[in-house]
């Protein structure tokens, strides 16, 4: 029972939401006409690698499942959207289990249920939850099941230093070749000068 009004709850604050979202910004219109409110979460970060499969229902269960990959440490969040068949959004959803190394949101927005996903500050590694869907009153609940991977992100190769080291070799070498031509030069220039004869009684 308590489950059940967890989901009732969180499709009451997503339908809230989008209320809230349709006063604020300039309204578009869609294909049929019908006016669409501006999507008030479409100014969140997004992470700098997201990457979702699409969604795959195994036959036998019914139990549907997406596979993500996301950038670990930039704050941003990674999200998809889904509908129920037919087409439209769920009416109501929770999370069964939430994850338990990032942060998950759902909400609906123009016809579709939208889910939002960000991993921990630090953490890289494997993470799952699961989404519970219920897609109209009395109709049965459906399952999404998502597998993420929180990866680092791509370093930035530092310049190599080796050339330098070869330009500093070089110099070094350039300038103890001109010290020993020019030592050579006043060697020559010594034995080049002679010293006269002394005078005989």
């Known amino acids: 029972m308590q489950q059940s009004r967890f989901l009732v709850r969180a499709g009451v604050v997503g339908a809230t939401l989008l209320a809230l979202g349709g006063c604020v910004g300039q309204q578009s219109r869609g294909p049929n ?8 979460f479409a100014n ?52 069964v289990p939430p994850p338990e190394n990032g942060k998950a949101f759902l909400y609906n927005y123009n016809g ?19 989404v519970e869907l219920i897609p109209a009153h009395a109709q049965p609940r459906r399952q999404l099941q998502v597998r993420v991977q929180v990866e680092q992100a791509a370093a930035v190769a530092a310049p190599a230093a080796e050339p330098v ?6 110099v070094a070498t350039k300038t103890a070749h001109t010290v020993h031509h020019t030592a050579s030069r006043a060697v020559h220039h010594a034995a080049s000068v002679h010293t006269p004869a002394a005078p005989t009684k």
């Open 33 to 40: 006409g019908v006016e669409i409110s501006p999507n008030p």
């Open 44 to 95: 969140e970060k997004r992470a700098a690698h997201c990457e979702v499969s699409p969604v795959q229902t195994d036959a036998a269960t019914g139990r549907m499942g997406v596979s993500m990959t996301v950038t670990a440490g930039d704050g941003g969040m990674c999200p998809f959207s889904i509908s129920k068949g037919g087409g439209g959004s769920y009416v109501s959803f929770g999370l």
């Open 112 to 130: 579709r249920t939208y889910v939002e996903y960000t991993p921990a500050v630090d953490y890289k590694g494997a993470d799952t939850f699961t």
């Open 165 to 170: 080291k070869k330009a500093t070799e070089s």
